[in-house]
């Protein structure tokens, strides 16, 4: 279908999408989310997520055309460079996106059955370090990814797209949000983590840390490993609700590795092995 107004409410869920914080709430209304480049939307199609509609520039139609040929009811918008920018409000070099059916929450039991090595996020609201560490996950050994109630969007296109699509595969749930009454569940969730017989540690650069390539470390069936957000780190609490903390020993003269790199030489260490 080609576009000639980018008013056209057809494709309103392409619209603004650099205000982050508009599209979290926009997406969630609308029970989408975006997947962007060719090779993410083949790959969140792959995963069995339900397409709404295509949005493309006319030069990628071919592209994708196997794509739509599979998907014969669902809408592809397209039109000229200029207009599609006008929606969208960046140019889109990436070609392709797709707006899809948001799958429903899992829930933490679910994503917990049968892992053995779990990361989770406390507070890790930047969406690209946020795909980084999916990224990193899928490649290294990690089962599932629980993520804090402040922690960004897997879903958000931005994660999607650093993760190169990885969200689809690793599983994650949302853990420690306030209950019906408003009360916080986090960091006390992490309780379920211990009675589901895993060992917690949050990775952090402490006085009492154990070293990341202690070998009691790789000792454990069952391993969660905790990390912070850029700047103040795993809070206090959470560090208290811990069974011990790890650190990956520093050069001197450098205080901290960025939280993405921090979760690659982690997962990669504590893999699980035999
Ligand atoms: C940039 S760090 C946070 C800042 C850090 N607390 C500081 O004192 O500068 C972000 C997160 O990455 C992980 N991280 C970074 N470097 C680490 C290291 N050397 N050992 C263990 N974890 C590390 C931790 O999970 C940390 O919460």
């Known amino acids: 279908m080609e576009l000639t107004d980018p008013a056209d409410p057809r494709v309103e869920v392409y619209s603004r999408l650099t205000d982050a914080a508009l599209r979290r709430r926009q997406d ?13 939307v083949r790959r969140a199609l792959a995963a069995g997520h339900a397409p709404r509609s295509f949005f493309l520039a006319h030069r990628y139609l071919d592209s994708l055309a196997d794509v739509f040929a599979a998907h014969p009811g669902v809408p592809v918008f397209t039109g000229p460079d200029d207009l599609l920018q006008q929606v969208t409000g960046f140019h889109l070099h990436r070609g392709a996106l797709a707006a899809m059916d948001r799958p ?24 690209t370090n946020l795909g980084a560490i999916f990224r990193s996950a899928a490649a290294l050994g990690v089962d599932a990814v629980l993520v804090s109630p402040e922690s960004a969007d897997p879903l958000y296109r931005r994660s999607i797209r650093v993760s190169m699509g990885t969200v689809f595969s690793v599983p994650w749930a949302r853990v420690g949000e306030a209950d019906g009454r408003g009360r916080a569940a986090w960091p006390g969730e992490l309780e379920r983590l211990r009675a589901a017989g895993f060992t917690v540690a949050a990775l952090e650069l402490a006085q009492d840390s154990v070293p990341l390539d202690d070998p009691a470390l790789r000792g454990h069936e069952r ?19 811990c069974d011990l903390t790890v650190a990956i020993p520093m050069a001197a003269g450098v205080d901290s590795l960025n939280v993405a790199a921090a979760s690659a030489v982690a997962f990669w260490e504590l893999r699980p092995r035999g």
């Open 104 to 127: 429903a929450p899992r829930s933490v039991d679910e994503v917990l059955a049968g892992a053995r090595r779990v990361a989770v996020l406390e507070n890790v609201s930047d969406h």
């Open 28 to 40: 969630t209304e609308h029970g989408i989310f975006l997947a962007e480049s060719s090779q993410v």
């Open 223 to 241: 391993l969660a490993l905790v990390l912070g957000a850029e700047g103040p780190g795993v809070t206090p609490e959470t560090l208290a609700a």
